[in-house]
């Protein structure tokens, strides 16, 4: 089953680490018990490989994932992510292969009112 998860880019998204929605949890490599965190690879709207860390930080009773800074930074470095800009998560599941993920960056063309992969 596909699934397609979007969110616009904040402040703290483009200089620490991509807050996740809570959302996404469901489609994302399980945490395993014990561990606070799991890495995956993911590949982008133009077919490049990235790797990320999602993490859980607890803050009081709710459960707060973020993709962490190191793997996120250099990828909205590369992509010249700015506040505004969008993340589109898209996921496929295969019998054979496992979920494949692909995070796609995009920026809002204002000449043709479109969103375009960068």
């Known amino acids: ?15 620490s680490r991509f807050a996740l929605p809570i959302s996404w949890l469901k489609v994302l490599p399980p945490i395993e ?3 606070h965190e ?3 690879q993911v590949t982008d709207g133009l077919g490049f490989f990235w790797e990320f860390c999602c993490s859980i930080r607890r803050v009081g009773r709710y459960r707060k994932p973020v993709l ?3 793997g996120w930074l250099k990828f909205v470095n590369y992509k010249g992510l ?4 969008k993340i589109v998560l898209d996921t496929e599941a ?5 979920t494949k993920f692909r995070i796609r960056a995009q920026k809002l063309n204002k000449e043709c009112d479109r969103w375009l992969d960068v």
């Open 1 to 15: 089953m596909a699934a397609r998860y979007e969110k616009c880019l904040t402040e703290s998204d483009t200089v």
């Open 33 to 35: 018990q014990g561990n």
């Open 38 to 40: 799991v890495h995956f």
């Open 68 to 70: 962490q800074s190191e």
């Open 82 to 85: 700015k506040v505004g800009d």
């Open 94 to 98: 295969n019998d054979f292969r496992g």
